[in-house]
């Protein structure tokens, strides 16, 4: 997408690693950016743009397909990691807590879902069944998917920047171990959005940790539940 000396460094918590708590997050040399919004404004500023060949029309679609994956996937993941009581139990705070000693580990992770509820109740998720956030998320994966059709990308033959957003989401839904596959397979069911996580995957990932057999394995292993 752009030739920026990028290193990307998985860990169990990434939160953990960024310096606003948030991801995405990238290392550019000494600096770390953090947030889609700054990384795209920090990959512009360095005379890259992703959605340069769009456009004004494009652009507010392209716009309005990132709100709709930011106000539906996103909030599910959160929904499926924070409000299931098994998920968070036996997944969701070890992994959150992992890089903190006891008794912080607990600490934080109550906080974290103290946080995440509260921000559900606000938004009315709260009140929402299993079911209902499911198909919450069929519902946007029907729009990605007629929307991309059997184009390469969303808009155009080139990437923007709503590609490399579903991409981060649908890849992390696909690929995350929960106590449940029913999210994953609510993807699954679109073949078009699996093929464009495998495309994107193979295209601007595949063959860069060769270096790092850890992080080769790991992708390797996630790559088997694209296909």
Not at 27 to 43: K, R, T, Y
Not at 93 to 105: D, I
Request: aromatic fraction near 10%; charge should be neutral; include cysteine.
């Amino acid at each position: 997408m752009c030739n920026l000396p990028v290193r990307v460094v998985c860990r169990a918590n990434a939160e953990y690693m960024s310096p606003s708590g948030k991801v995405p997050f990238i290392h550019v040399g000494n600096q770390v950016v953090s947030e889609l919004g700054p990384i795209v404004q920090f990959v512009k500023a360095k005379g890259h743009s992703l959605s340069d060949g769009l456009d004004e029309v494009q652009k507010a679609e392209m716009k309005a397909y990132m709100e709709l994956v930011n106000n539906m996937l996103l909030t599910a993941e959160l929904y499926l990691q924070w409000c299931d009581d098994v998920t968070v139990e036996e997944i969701t705070h070890p992994r959150y807590g992992s890089p903190y000693p006891w008794p912080l580990n607990r600490i934080l992770a109550y906080q974290k879902q103290w946080e995440i509820r509260r921000k559900m109740k606000a938004i009315g998720w709260a009140g929402k069944s299993l079911e209902q956030v499911l198909e919450d998320v069929d519902q946007c994966c029907q729009a990605l998917s007629q929307r991309l059709g059997t184009q390469p990308y969303f808009f155009n033959k080139q990437p923007t920047e709503l590609d490399a957003l579903v991409f981060g989401h649908l890849f992390t839904i696909l690929t995350t171990q929960l106590t449940t596959d029913e999210l994953s397979e609510k993807v699954k069911n679109y073949g078009n959005l699996t093929a464009f996580c495998r495309r994107i995957e193979q295209q601007y990932f595949e063959g860069h940790d060769k270096d790092n057999s850890g992080t080769a394995a790991a992708r390797s292993a996630k790559r088997s539940l694209l296909r």
